[in-house]
């Protein structure tokens, strides 16, 4: 994905990764408030998604513990999360 995911991630984006086993945000520029929409839109449709990827991102310090709580959901399959 070409999509920088910062305040506002576009719907599409969000969207396509509901679908997905498997994705690598690696350096796409997701910020804090991009691991704040992102959370909130996986949490409000839970997914497919086994492993996620966002290393070398400017997630600060909240945005890692924003995403960590999917991994203690159980409604989620989420395994795997690297920052």
């Known amino acids: 994905m070409s999509s920088h995911l910062n305040e506002t991630p576009s719907t599409s984006t969000l969207l396509r990764l509901r679908s997905l086993p498997l994705c690598r945000l690696v350096k796409c520029g997701v910020t ?3 691991c704040a929409s992102l959370a909130s839109a996986l949490r409000s449709n839970p997914t497919h998604l086994r492993a996620l990827n966002l290393s070398l991102n400017e997630l600060q ?3 890692p513990s ?5 991994q203690t959901d159980p ?3 989420l395994e795997t999360l690297e920052f």
């Open 32 to 34: 804090q408030g991009g």
């Open 75 to 77: 409604l989620w399959s």
């Open 66 to 70: 924003l995403l960590s709580s999917l």
């Open 61 to 63: 310090r909240s945005g």
